[in-house]
């Protein structure tokens, strides 16, 4: 019997340390285990105990390293080199890694590193196998680059043309830094902070994309839905214009403000934060066919909204209006809500289960039962609590009971708890605990 047990148990440390051992060097998983990270696959081989019957030796990363393609390129590096090595990586091709650098040749087999562009691509069998070869160099303003590589962050494209001698099958790409008017190939995204103000057809420019014009956010522009709509903007009329916005809407865009008809355009249904919906309804020549709604900023006091949205931070549902006319139309029935501002702070307190005085002395660790069922807020929210015990040890629970264990080292603690409703924390109350005396009571 104790011999089945021992063989359970060391079959349960393998198992463990397959599966969710880290290495410090290079050690042999299963191949249906996670790599750790800032590991690399270096060998693949046929392996009888793995779920998979394959297994990989796995060491920390380092550049200029050969890896196995089983786990794919470590984050921030690039393949120099591909080959085909069944010895080594059973079924996987081999890669030779680096860390990248300007003006540095790889292949495509890895992805271009961020902040990296392509400017030029060829085939190159002896060194990529069946992969093109990329010369990559760190984006600049005015940069001529290929599509393979894709548009870095933060940059346009000014100009998109076939250029097969430097970049293959792909087509070369003009970028730059965006700047308010500029015209620009949609090619690649438009950038945060702008809008497209038109949009039209420049094959001699940008190829088979369409050309915007992009520009910083304005109220009372008109823009194209080919942007999106700017933080911090509503749409208040939607209409087809296809001289300055072929192929979408075209938008009239302003900051919100009290009162506002707005279209149900954009993130968070078109509403901006910290706004209502007071009524819907269907304007379909201020709006094309999208819904309308009124909104409104509570400003800190109780008002009536529609569900288009959950109540803004700071207010909670003060009561269920239920289906109004405000709130729906033939379309759309949303339920109003009354919503009140959350202005007043939870009360905390708490009771314990220590025991009398005459039956704590005990050299053990004290387990003890704290109940906080007792704490509530003022504006009716669900709280958290959270518990300082006074040993080194907090923790937070969306529960008003917890037990905890003290150790031997202490004789009494001040234990506090704070609650929170989501908005506020209540002021802390705490209590002192006696956990053991240091004498046996008389009589014990």
């Given amino acids: 019997m104790r011999t089945r047990i021992l063989q359970v148990f060391l079959l349960f440390v393998t198992v463990y340390a397959i599966f969710a051992y880290t290495p410090a060097s290079a050690a042999t998983i299963c191949s249906d285990a996670n790599v750790p990270d800032g590991y690399a696959v270096i060998a693949v081989a046929p392996n009888g105990s793995c779920t998979t019957n394959i297994a990989y030796t796995v060491e920390p990363f380092s550049s200029n390293q050969q890896i196995c393609a089983a786990n794919g390129v470590p984050a921030g590096s690039v393949v120099t080199q591909v080959r085909v090595n069944s ?83 792909s087509l070369q790409y003009r970028i730059a830094l965006p700047s ?122 109780s008002i009536t909204m529609c569900s288009v949205t959950d109540a803004p931070a700071g207010y909670r549902i003060n009561s269920v209006l239920g289906t109004t006319s405000a709130c729906s139309n033939a379309l759309y029935v949303y339920t109003t809500y009354q919503i009140v501002p959350l202005s007043q702070k939870p009360i905390a307190t708490f009771v314990n289960s220590k025991p009398p005085r005459q039956q ?59 609650v929170n409703d989501g908005t506020l924390s209540s002021d802390p109350y705490s209590a002192y605990i006696v956990l053991r005396v240091t004498e046996r009571p008389t009589g014990k």
């Fill in 87 to 169: 010895v080594t990586c059973y079924n996987f091709l081999q890669y030779t890694v680096q860390e990248p650098f300007d003006g540095q040749v790889v292949c495509a087999a890895g992805s271009v590193p961020s902040g990296y562009v392509v400017t030029s691509a060829t085939a190159n069998l002896a060194t990529c196998s069946n992969s093109l070869q990329y010369r990559i160099a760190q984006a600049a303003n005015g940069q001529a680059v290929c599509a393979a590589g894709g548009v870095p962050s933060g940059y346009v494209v000014t100009s998109a043309t076939a250029n097969l001698a430097t970049c293959n099958n």
């Fill in 180 to 301: 308010d008017g500029q015209l620009v190939c949609a090619a690649g995204s438009v950038p945060s902070g702008y809008v497209v103000t038109s949009s039209s057809v420049n094959p001699n420019v940008c190829s088979t994309f369409l050309q915007y014009r992009i520009a910083v956010p304005n109220s009372g522009q008109l823009v194209c839905a080919a942007g999106k709509v700017p933080t911090g903007y509503v749409v208040t009329s939607v209409s087809a214009n296809p001289n300055s916005c072929a192929d979408t809407l075209q938008y009239l865009i302003q900051q919100p403000s009290n009162g506002n008809t707005v279209c149900a355009v954009g993130g968070a249904r078109g509403v901006p934060t910290g706004y209502v919906v007071t009524a819907i309804g269907i304007n379909s020549s201020q709006c094309h066919n999208f819904i309308t709604y009124n909104i409104a900023n509570p400003n800190g006091n």
């Fill in 360 to 418: 704590i002395y005990r050299p053990i660790p004290a387990n003890i039962t704290f109940d906080a069922s007792g704490s509530y807020d003022p504006d009716g929210m669900p709280l958290s609590y959270r518990w300082d015990f006074g040993d080194g040890f907090t923790e937070t629970t969306n529960v008003p009971v917890i037990a905890h264990t003290f150790s031997t080292n202490y004789t009494a603690v001040s234990v506090q708890l704070t």
